[in-house]
Nanobody, 117 residues
Framework: QGQLVESGGGLVQAGGSLRLSCVGSGDIFAHYPMGWFRQAPGKEREVVAR????????KYADSVKGRFTISRDNVKNTMYLQMNNLKPEDTAVYYC??????????WGQGTQVTVSS
């Protein structure tokens, strides 16, 4: 078992871009599917994007399709979320996670993304 640490969040104007990074340690990047999730104030946590362990398969929430791109570099033990054309409704705490078992996920602490109108 390892740890996940997100970074890259911040304040950006609508239409701008940010790139989030998630750095793993231990065995997190060995062979686990991973994903980005977000939680806005007063809202439930939702999936943003998912990626297979080799990075060959990616899926996105309808709300971010065409704007966000998930990728991973297993050599660097890093997963990314490129966010373009950001909207105020994208404002949330973004978390990365690894699925290490059917009911066992490893979560990072989150990074705040705030998009101003």
């Amino acid at each position: 078992q390892g740890q996940l640490v997100e970074s890259g969040g911040g304040l950006v104007q609508a239409g701008g871009s940010l790139r989030l990074s998630c750095v793993g340690s231990g065995d997190i990047f060995a062979h686990y599917p991973m994903g980005w999730f977000r939680q806005a104030p007063g809202k439930e946590r939702e999936v943003v994007a998912r990626i297979s362990w080799a990075g060959s398969d990616a899926k996105y929430a309808d709300s971010v399709k065409g704007r966000f791109t998930i990728s991973r570099d297993n050599v660097k033990n890093t997963m990314y979320l490129q966010m373009n054309n950001l909207k105020p409704e994208d404002t949330a705490v973004y978390y990365c996670a690894a699925q290490v078992g059917p009911n066992d996920d490893c979560w990072g602490q989150g990074t705040q993304v705030t998009v101003s109108s």
